[in-house]
């Protein structure tokens, strides 16, 4: 398996740039998460999805959408990047219930937007 | 809503020394889970342990140990005999609610162990 998958790895964006991060899983798993990383700072949580076509709100979801058409992807759209979507984005998995079960994490993609 | 405090911004010690890290968490929930996860400089997320509320057997797993005491909301996070290995970002985090709403994380402890 290779668990969770992202591209790009690096990005560079200008303002009012668009792009979509890429995010898929080949564990099956039901639950799927976006969240952010600022310098010196923990993960917050932009959006998550329970299952194909559900996507729900996170703490920091201005900026940001996000589609699930199947199990395997959950992409990450920004429209009209601003300098402070300067972070590193990292997707997670988990299995069948989000509390309680392991989320697995991609590499990340480091995106900077000037 | 749920809180999770790493008061400890950065921690240097020198390699084989034991080291505490201390995590506090705020939750109303009766059910939670906490996790310690790893980043180490190459920026991944390294899964370290999960402990639900309802055990507070503390945990021993090589050089990491983890105690969990849920009458001061604490879960903290013991490395023995530290190495330069070790030298990493440490999250704590905190899944409650219920629901799938992902987790609640620290700040983060940035941990430097010199040789």
């Known amino acids: 398996n290779a668990g969770v998958t992202q591209t790009p790895k690096f990005r560079i964006l200008k303002i009012g740039q668009s792009m979509t991060l890429q995010c898929a899983q080949d564990m099956n798993h039901n639950y799927m998460y976006w969240y952010r990383q600022d310098p010196g700072m923990g993960l917050k949580l932009i959006y998550y999805s329970v299952g194909a076509g559900i996507t729900d709100k996170g703490e920091v979801p201005n900026g940001y959408n996000v589609s699930r058409s199947t199990t395997e992807d959950f992409p990450l759209r920004l429209e009209l990047a601003a300098p402070s979507q300067t972070s590193v984005y990292f997707c997670?998995?988990?299995?069948?219930f989000g509390q309680g079960n392991e989320q697995y994490f991609g590499p990340g993609t480091r995106l900077t937007v000037t | 809503a749920q809180k999770v405090t790493q008061a400890q911004t950065e921690i240097s010690v020198v390699e084989k020394e034991d080291v505490t890290l201390d995590c506090v968490y705020e939750t109303r929930d009766t059910t939670y889970y906490l996790f310690w996860y790893k980043q180490p400089p190459s920026g991944e997320l390294v899964f370290l342990i999960r402990r639900n509320s309802f055990d507070e057997q503390n945990e021993i797993s090589g050089r990491y140990s983890w105690n969990f005491q849920k009458s001061t909301s604490s879960f903290n996070f013991t490395i023995t005999a530290s190495q330069v290995v070790d030298s990493a970002v440490y999250f704590c985090a905190l899944s409650a609610g219920g629901g799938a709403d992902g987790l609640t994380f620290g700040k983060g402890t940035h941990l430097i162990i010199q040789p």
């Open positions: 997670a998995s988990s299995y069948s």
